[in-house]
């Protein structure tokens, strides 16, 4: 069973900058899933923040972190980044990756994730 191992949050200021790492246990078939970051606020839902597809990829983003968030892939590493950029006290959140048996992103935003991992904070001061 594929496992992913979030890391990389942080304290951070407004307007500073944070790199999440999402760590594959193997990459036989990681490196061919769509990855998705997605954040849990306290007392709110989580929400998809990023994808990226396998092989070839496209990426999509919530229109909350576009133009501040880039999400990329290393398949040496087996690993997919979530770069954030010019960070608000709103993004202040638990991030979560997931990666499902899909090649694409499409709906990400409502994927049936069975187990998350442990995730990473991600602290946000104004």
């Known amino acids: 069973q594929l496992q992913l191992v979030e890391s990389g949050g942080g304290l951070v200021q407004s307007g500073g900058s944070l790199t999440l790492s999402c760590a594959a246990s193997?990459?036989?078939?990681?490196?061919?899933?769509?990855t998705a970051w997605f954040r849990q606020a306290p007392g709110k839902e989580r929400e998809g923040v990023a994808c990226i597809s396998g092989s070839n990829p496209s990426v999509e983003y919530a229109d909350s972190v576009k133009g501040r968030f880039t999400i990329s892939r290393d398949k040496m590493k087996n690993t997919v980044f979530l770069q954030m950029n010019s960070l608000k006290p709103e993004d202040t959140a638990s991030y979560y990756c997931?990666?499902?048996?899909?090649?694409?992103?499409?709906?990400?935003?409502?994927?049936?994730?069975?187990?998350w991992g442990q995730g990473t904070q991600v602290t946000v001061s104004s």
């Open positions: 193997s990459g036989s078939s990681f490196n061919y899933r769509a």
């Open positions: 997931a990666a499902p048996s899909t090649y694409y992103c499409q709906n990400y935003m409502s994927w049936i994730v069975d187990q």
